[in-house]
Nanobody, 125 residues
């Protein structure tokens, strides 16, 4: 079974920093693109940042210059360094990854989009 586990959320004052981490585990052969998304009550989940296996990054306009996404392929981890946090950054942050894993019963390699359980980031004014 493939899963993603996030950590690093919490409460921080406006202007502060947090670093989110996410690790993929399971019978993973390869991790392709990874990313962070966020969601607030009543709103759709939105892209924050993504990073390809070749380290090409993409950011939402609202976080450019403040957030940095990075990854460690050997550890199957992705990080989100969040600086100059604003109250509007308050949300549940979700890790996402496209993984290739081996389905041993079927003897097949499969590609799967996986989501973490989410970690809450609260920025106080």
């Amino acid at each position: 079974q493939v899963q993603l586990v996030e950590s690093g959320g919490g409460l921080v004052q406006a202007g502060g920093s947090l670093r989110l981490s996410c690790v993929a585990s399971g019978s993973i052969v390869r991790v392709n693109a990874m990313g962070w998304y966020r969601q607030t009550p009543g709103k759709q989940r939105e892209l924050v940042a993504t990073i390809t296996s070749g380290d090409i990054t993409k950011y939402a306009e609202s976080v450019k210059g403040r957030f940095t996404i990075s990854r460690d392929n050997a550890k199957k981890m992705v990080y989100l360094q969040m600086n100059s946090l604003k109250p509007e950054d308050t949300a549940v942050y979700y890790c996402n990854a496209e993984v290739v894993y081996y389905d041993s019963p079927a003897r097949l390699y499969r590609t799967l989009q996986v989501w973490g359980q989410g970690t809450l980031v609260t920025v106080s004014s």
